[in-house]
């Protein structure tokens, strides 16, 4: 439902993985092959003597540093800013509205037009509130999303005309999932007639440390 960049993000993480396996085997066959080390070494002393004259040629009559030093500097700026700006771009989509329309009132009347429109908290206080008291869940945690709809070339554009809900819930250890997600669909399907506003709906069902470690109050 959010628009994560997610093939960048599996790039990023099969291109930083690849760096990291690479460094640690190279450190592993430095440790357990002497020549490999040997060679190693006589690699990085022609390395360490290019790069000195490279700086040495760069630096301008009169300064004691390269200018290069500079590029550097710019460049790691700009890595700076990407990495901003691919973390501004985690988890976009959340909104504050859930619905907004015209006011059926107001359309006979030209004079005075206007909006209606239904906070993000209605429905996820409304699902918050059905589902508080049964004993079977751990956690509840209701989010409101920008729905996307899928072009020609199935790649994901923004819908402006109306929103999904994302249900998260944690059941305690031996609750049935079926008859939750049942539960929370007819749930749902209550709110949608209570509030004349219908739209897509995820329910994830989660695990983790809470869901383990609780257990359902029973009567002794």
Known sequence: MNQTPRGLNRTLLIVIGTLLTL??????????????????????G????????????????????????????LVMIAIVLLMAGWIAVQGRGRTGIFARGQDPADAHDAGT????SISAAAPEQVMKA???????????????W???????????????????????VQPRLGAGPRRIAEDIAESVRRMDAALGQQGPVVIHLASGARTRMSRAERVR
């Open 23 to 44: 460094a640690g085997l190279h450190g592993l066959l430095l440790l357990s092959l002497p020549a490999y080390a040997d060679g190693w070494h006589r690699v990085a």
């Open 46 to 73: 022609d390395v360490h003597h290019g790069v000195e004259s490279v700086l040495t040629a760069t630096t301008l009559p009169g300064q004691r540093d390269s200018w290069l030093w500079i590029v550097i500097a």
């Open 113 to 116: 037009p206007g909006t209606v």
């Open 130 to 144: 059905a589902l508080a008291g049964r004993s079977d869940l751990v956690s509840v945690s209701v989010t409101t």
């Open 146 to 168: 920008e729905p996307l709809a899928f072009g020609r070339n199935d790649e994901p554009t923004w819908r402006g005309d109306g929103a999904g809900l994302q249900i998260k």
